[in-house]
């Protein structure tokens, strides 16, 4: 047997190697691919039959509806819309979380947030110059503080989930023409770029020397490993617009609380703004500007940079190393999986 092809009676203990097949899907569910992996994938998948996913939809639509019509009874229909939706929302993503593996996704998408935090200042030299002399005219023009400030509560939050739908139907055409470009492109090279400093690195090179593999037709995603990869890639994207927006909306909310008076606003929205409680700083119309052309931001900044060159080679270079890692594991782990089964 080739050194390389995992022996499964080799379990990693003290002198032991490490079975690399288990120890490449411990990899894939520490870096948010759960699907990568051939059981979690065929558990999910029982889990997605259609008479299951219908009683969940219909149990959630119907919790969403009960609340959302309560709430808006006591307080107004937009904002019981808004409840209902969180309440299906909130369901769905239970669900998810339990039955579909999320919460491994869910892991990997909180720790590479707070993994990027040091993200904020390099994206806060290089988008927000250009990003802020178009949104900052925006800002002060008092049609923008007319809609944003009246929109309360459900509404506003409603408007940015809008942004941020938009922003994911533009962003995931995008990563999959991307994904498909590579996967119809890959070369050796590429294959033992993506598994170096992974536990495949040495079955990569052993597969490489071997030559008996058609790359482009093993690259091939499909199906839920499909949707997990694009997940991963959205998360690593959205991770760095929403670092941008809560730059801007900081950004707004100093800059509104030094130079836009009290006066000033009360000639825009055609009353006093309000205040929370406490020392009269910031105003609930300034918090309302900031939110609203904060999730504006977040949807330019995503078209801009899926369309604009400089941008794109700025933006995207952390998305396509992810994505030529995670393509190039997954093709090394099936190749290590078809020669365990045919050594059995």
């Known amino acids: 047997m080739p050194e390389w092809v995992p022996d499964r009676r080799r379990r990693g203990g003290a002198g032991q190697p490490v079975d690399p097949v288990l120890a490449a899907e ?14 979690v994938r ?10 299951r996913v219908v009683s969940v939809l219909g149990v959630g639509t119907l919790l969403g509806a009960l609340v959302g019509t309560g709430t808006g009874l006591v307080t107004s229909p937009s904002t019981g819309f808004a409840v209902g939706a969180s309440v299906l929302v909130l369901w769905l993503g239970t669900y998810a979380l339990r039955a579909l593996q999320a919460s ?14 040091g993200l904020l200042l390099p994206l806060a030299t290089r988008a927000l110059p250009m990003l802020l002399l178009f949104i900052t005219f925006l800002f002060i023009n008092t049609e923008v503080w007319q809609v944003a400030s009246a929109l309360h509560g459900g509404v ?55 030559g008996d593999v058609d790359l482009p037709e093993e690259a091939q995603v499909g199906g839920l490993q499909m949707v997990n990869l694009l997940i991963v890639l959205v998360v690593a994207q959205v991770v760095q617009v929403v670092l941008l927006a809560v730059a801007v909306f900081g950004f707004f909310i100093v800059f509104g609380a030094v130079a836009i008076d009290p006066a000033v606003v009360e000639s825009w929205i055609g009353d006093a703004p309000t205040y929370p409680p406490g020392p009269h700083l910031v105003s609930v119309q300034l918090i309302r500007v900031a939110t609203f052309l904060a999730g504006f931001s977040g949807l330019y900044f995503t078209v801009t940079a899926i369309t604009d060159d400089t941008y794109r080679r700025e933006f995207f270079t952390v998305i396509m190393k992810e994505l030529q890692r995670a393509v190039g594991a997954r093709v090394v782990y099936r190749e290590l999986r078809r020669r365990l089964s045919a050594s059995d």
Do not use: C, M, N
């Not at 938009?166 to 033992?192: M, N, S, Y």
């Open 26 to 39: 411990a990899w894939f569910l520490h870096h948010g691919l759960p699907y990568f992996v051939d059981d």
């Open 156 to 210: 506003l939050w409603s408007a940015i989930l809008f942004f941020a739908a938009a922003a994911i139907g533009f962003l995931v055409p995008r990563l999959a023409q991307e994904l498909d470009e590579f996967d119809d492109q890959i070369h050796t090279d590429d294959l033992l770029a993506a598994a170096e400093g992974t536990p495949l690195e040495a079955a990569a090179r052993e597969l490489v020397a071997d």
């Open 104 to 117: 491994v996704i869910a892991g990997w998408a909180l720790r590479r947030a707070f993994g990027s935090l």
């Open 42 to 51: 065929a558990d999910v998948e029982a889990k997605l039959s259609r008479a």
